[in-house]
């Protein structure tokens, strides 16, 4: 709720990988990891908030929505 990273993403298994998405209304998704973890929606606005990509870098500076 906080907006903090509660995971460390070293401690994560270099073998855990996306099983499978599902569209959350019009705002998000919700993603299953191969652990079986699933947990939370991840929002569209703040999966671009955070998105280290080139484009999406360009985007924020240049004040353009997600």
């Known amino acids: 709720m906080t907006g903090r990273s509660l995971l460390d993403p070293a401690s994560v298994a270099p073998d855990i990988h996306v099983d499978s998405m599902e569209l959350v209304g019009s705002y998000g998704v919700r993603i299953e990891f191969s652990d079986k973890h699933g947990t939370g929606i ?8 955070t998105c280290s990509c080139e484009v999406c870098r360009a985007r924020r500076e240049a004040g353009k929505p997600g």
């Open 42 to 49: 991840f929002r569209f606005q703040d999966l671009f908030d």
